[in-house]
């Protein structure tokens, strides 16, 4: 097992009845406040006018940008910086999902450059020293970037949506009330944990260096996820399953469960080239290419991770052979994503065509070798396409 520093400096209100703090927690960086948000949920939820209320109330100064688009785009994020110059902001507080999240947290490093804020992602990949601070305040759980260090931004021109890690742009605090929650469609909530099982399944489908503790807990994720995301499509305003998913959204991807493990995720820069592209929900693109990448990866080297996978997670007899649970494993879920959250099966069903398979692949390896549980080349990666036809 690898070393590792642990170290998560994002302070979280979780519950219902925080919002209190807020204002409190925003004056710390200053007076001058961005609320950023999307393309209008906050308001139809009645959490603006909340919000604008406490802002007020605390003295502060509010600046707006609205309208940043799932999948966010970079022009967004150029707006954002401008005003944070123009304005000089000084702290900024993302109302959300994962979209309005990330951006934000990109317009604080844009605002702290005088280059182009798609500099950080080209072939410049301009270091991120430094960012204005942010705040959250999470309507979706999904992504986790309310309490990771990463961002994914899309650029419509060069067709690209990359993802960047930079310590710098941890959110400040992030509250977390799962009854903001309560309006998401069945869809998003679906896709939400499609998403937030994959988080888990990219770290936890490790050969090497495992922590027991942490597949323990990893585990109790999934079934977190397994058991709750249906209660909550169900009954969406049911408080229990809406916290269980918000928690889990936060934990699968904060850093936590990585201790110890050296490995590069594989169907996120996967689907990132179809969100690139088709702009279609990432937690979408993800269920459809999570079971197709398992079925590829699979043979006498990795069975044994599948085996645990399938007998702790979806309960599958241990007696059974190795290569039976693990191909069962596949199955329950394809089951999970398809049946139980009835998301689309198929690259066709969303009208990703065959067309596109060379250039996505090409870019998700990077011209080279992904790393991951199983490298895989270019041709490999066009193969798990195939098999999402
Ligand atoms: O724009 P509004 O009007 O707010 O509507 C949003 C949007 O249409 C809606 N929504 C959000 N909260 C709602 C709500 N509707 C009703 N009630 C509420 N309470 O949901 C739609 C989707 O929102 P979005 O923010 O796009 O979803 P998500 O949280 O899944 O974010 C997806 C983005 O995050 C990136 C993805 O690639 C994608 O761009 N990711 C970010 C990561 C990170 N920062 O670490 C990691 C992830 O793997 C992921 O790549
Ligand atoms: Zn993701």
């Known amino acids: 097992m690898n070393s590792f520093v642990y170290d998560i400096p994002v302070k979280v209100y979780f519950g219902e009845n ?5 204002g409190e927690e925003l004056s710390k960086f200053g007076k001058r406040v961005l609320l950023t948000y999307g393309g209008g949920s906050i308001k139809r939820i009645g959490l603006y006018d909340k919000v ?10 509010v600046f707006e940008l609205s309208g940043i688009e799932p999948n966010p785009r970079i022009d967004s994020v150029r707006k954002g910086a401008q005003i944070c110059k123009d304005e000089k902001i000084d702290v900024l507080l993302a109302v959300g999902g994962g979209s309005t999240l990330d951006a934000t947290k990109w317009m604080a490093a844009g605002a702290c450059v005088d280059f182009d804020a798609w500099d950080f992602f080209n072939e410049k990949w301009a270091p991120v020293e430094k960012a204005l601070p942010v705040v959250t305040i999470l ?27 930079a310590e710098p742009l941890l959110p400040k605090v992030s509250f977390l009330d799962p009854t903001n929650t309560y309006t998401v469609s069945p869809y998003q909530t679906a896709c939400g944990s499609a998403d937030m099982m994959s988080h888990i399944i990219e770290v936890y489908f490790n050969m090497n260096q495992d922590l027991y503790m ?20 169900k009954e969406p305003e049911n408080y229990e399953a809406r916290a269980n998913l918000m928690w889990t959204s936060s934990w699968a991807i904060n850093g936590f469960v990585n201790g110890g493990k ?17 702009d279609i929900t990432h937690g979408l693109g993800l ?53 139980t959250l009835g998301l689309k099966r198929t690259f066709t069903e969303v009208g990703i065509k065959a067309e596109d398979f060379p250039i996505m692949a090409k870019k998700a390896c990077g011209d080279g070798i992904l790393p991951g549980f199983k490298p895989l080349a270019q041709k490999d990666i066009e193969k798990i396409f195939e098999m999402c036809l």
């Open 52 to 61: 604008m209320a406490e802002i007020k109330n605390a003295g502060l100064e």
């Open 262 to 278: 050296q490995q590069a995720w594989s169907c996120h820069p996967m689907e990132h080239e179809l969100s690139a592209i088709y």
């Open 287 to 339: 269920a459809i290419l999570t079971p197709r990448w398992m079925e590829y990866c699979l043979d006498e080297t990795t069975v044994s991770k599948y085996v645990q996978f399938g007998v702790n997670v979806f309960g599958i007899d241990a007696a059974l052979e190795p290569m039976a649970i693990a191909k069962q494993s596949i199955e329950k879920l394809s089951d999970f994503f398809f049946n």
């Open 139 to 165: 309507t979706l759980a999904a992504t986790g970037s309310e309490m990771d260090a990463g961002v994914v931004i899309s650029n419509p021109e060069t067709k690209d949506k990359i993802g960047r890690i």
């Open 214 to 233: 942490l597949d323990c807990f990893m585990e109790g994720m999934m079934k977190t996820i397994i058991k709750y995301t249906p209660v909550a499509m």
């Open 18 to 22: 925080q919002l209190g703090h807020l």
